[in-house]
């Protein structure tokens, strides 16, 4: 996903979503300073992109308990320059977990989700923001996942046992946003 199809994918996302339209429109302004905000000393914020992973037969998230962040998450980070923001998802997936039988889902669009947060200051980093641009991945087996030195653990979790685990609203708001997509794709 290069900077002509981010355009493209965020307008379509607006479309599916349009009670997101505000961060849309936030993340617009960021891709503006293409190729800048994909690099992390891009200040306020830059672009990252996350994997969703997930394992239908278990109806099962992986997620990783980050070690800066001390929270349970998806798994993901910075684009560090890489243009096409689903490699760079996937390589995250990848070194985050060790999980390499992985496939990509688009339910709807190219998009599963979209989230600006805020992380804070570490070191010489101050405070900013993360844009981060979220796709859905099916894994192949629920494989048992290799903990990263960016992270406490990492762990199949079942999707209606996720509030266990972390109370992030846009955590839930991926889960409903999964399960609602199963349904549909049931159907």
Same mark, same amino acid.
């Given at each position: 996903?290069?900077?002509?199809?981010?355009? !493209?994918?965020? %307008? =379509?996302?607006?479309?599916?979503?349009?009670?997101?339209?505000?961060?849309?429109? %936030?993340?617009?302004?960021?891709?503006?300073?293409?190729?800048?905000?994909?690099?992390?000393?891009?200040?306020?914020?830059?672009?990252?992109?996350?994997?969703?992973?997930?394992?239908?037969?278990?109806?099962?998230?992986?997620?990783?308990?980050?070690?800066?962040?001390?929270?349970?998450?998806?798994?993901?980070?910075?684009?560090?320059?890489?243009?096409?923001?689903?490699?760079?998802?996937?390589?995250?997936?990848?070194?985050? !977990?060790?999980?390499?039988?992985?496939?990509?889902?688009?339910?709807?669009?190219?998009?599963?989700?979209? =989230?600006?947060?805020?992380?804070? *200051?570490?070191?010489?980093? *101050?405070?900013?923001?993360?844009? =981060?641009?979220?796709?859905?991945?099916?894994?192949?087996?629920?494989? =048992?996942?290799?903990?990263?030195?960016?992270?406490?653990?990492?762990?199949?979790?079942?999707?209606?046992?996720?509030?266990?685990?972390?109370?992030?609203? !846009?955590?839930?708001?991926? %889960?409903?946003?999964?399960?609602?997509?199963?349904?549909?794709?049931?159907?």
């Amino acid at each position: 996903m290069n900077h002509h199809e981010l355009e !493209s994918a965020l %307008r =379509d996302y607006a479309e599916r979503w349009p009670a997101e339209a505000g961060v849309v429109a %936030r993340f617009q302004e960021l891709a503006a300073t293409w190729p800048q905000c994909l690099h992390r000393d891009h200040m306020p914020g830059h672009l990252t992109a996350s994997g969703w992973v997930v394992h239908e037969a278990s109806a099962c998230v992986l997620l990783t308990h980050h070690r800066k962040l001390d929270k349970w998450l998806q798994l993901g980070g910075h684009a560090d320059g890489e243009e096409d923001l689903l490699a760079a998802a996937a390589r995250e997936v990848v070194e985050e !977990s060790g999980l390499e039988c992985f496939s990509t889902v688009r339910p709807g669009g190219a998009l599963f989700d979209i =989230d600006i947060h805020a992380i804070p *200051p570490h070191g010489t980093v *101050p405070e900013h923001f993360h844009y =981060d641009i979220r796709f859905l991945f099916a894994a192949d087996v629920a494989a =048992d996942p290799v903990i990263s030195d960016e992270s406490h653990d990492v762990a199949w979790v079942r999707a209606d046992d996720l509030e266990r685990y972390t109370q992030e609203p !846009s955590m839930l708001r991926m %889960r409903d946003k999964w399960l609602a997509w199963r349904v549909t794709a049931e159907g």
